[in-house]
């Protein structure tokens, strides 16, 4: 499968906060890297249909972000996620089984299955209001991954993780990446560099650089400093080998 962005904008007034970016994803995992304020969450809202573009599109294979088809394919958790705070975790977690289409059993066993999966078999029945942050980013995890996802979109989903929980969050994307694409975004340059097969970069709301990264290139920190020093200001994307 192959997700494609085609010279994706979105223009708010006079600001442009996404300004005609294009690539395509295909299986594995590529981090968005990027300062707060650089449009990584507007990107990412335009690719799950969440959010309209002003211009250019968004497909997976062809079939366009606004189809229902398209939404059966995806998964995502949104860097702020919202809940029924009288809900326990499992009830979350079915919830949105059900808006997948899940029937009961294949629903239930799922949530079982996830909430192992992110460390909540113990919490399944506790309510969500009295879940810490980091809980209740894993139920978030949980809930994008339901129904198995082919195209996983994760907006800052480390957001509140302690080290064991990272550590735990890090081997699940490993592992879904084998089979499915994921694109998740941080400004976190070390969660990107322990999980991602490919990497871009965004400033200003454009891609300032995409391309596999591996331990070969160096330290992707000192890479990222250097593209988001005063000379990496320039407009165009480069490639592996161009930096």
């Known amino acids: 499968m192959i997700l494609r962005a085609d010279r994706l904008s979105k223009q708010y007034g006079n600001g442009i906060a996404v300004d005609r970016v294009s690539f395509e994803l295909r299986e594995g995992v590529t981090g968005l890297l990027g300062a707060n304020g650089a449009g990584k969450t507007t990107l990412m809202r335009m690719l799950t249909g969440v959010l309209m573009p002003t211009s250019g599109a968004v497909d997976a294979d062809g079939i366009p972000a606004s189809s229902e088809a398209y939404r059966a394919l995806l998964g995502y958790l949104p860097q702020d996620f919202g809940y029924y705070p009288e809900f326990t975790v499992r009830d979350f977690v079915m919830y949105f089984a059900a808006l997948k289409g899940l029937d009961r059993r294949t629903a239930r066993r799922r949530t079982e299955e996830l909430l192992e999966r992110v460390g909540l078999s113990g919490a399944a029945g506790r309510r969500m209001k009295t879940l810490s942050g980091g809980m209740r980013q894993r139920a978030g995890i949980a809930q994008a991954l339901v ?3 082919r195209i996983l979109i994760l907006d ?3 957001a509140g ?3 064991g929980e990272r550590v735990r969050f890090r081997k699940l994307i490993r592992e879904i990446g084998g089979r499915s694409i994921v694109l998740f975004s941080t400004h976190i340059v070390s969660d990107v ?3 991602a097969d490919h990497v871009m970069m965004m400033k200003a709301g454009r891609l300032i650089w995409r391309g596999k990264w591996d331990a070969s290139n160096g330290s992707l920190e000192e890479f990222y400093m250097k593209a988001f ?3 990496a200001g320039h407009e ?3 490639d592996a080998a161009g930096l």
Do not use: Q
């Open 147 to 149: 129904n198995d996802p």
């Open 156 to 158: 800052e989903p480390t």
């Open 161 to 163: 993780l302690d080290p």
């Open 193 to 195: 560099e322990h999980i």
């Open 229 to 231: 020093g005063e000379d």
């Open 236 to 238: 165009t994307v480069c």
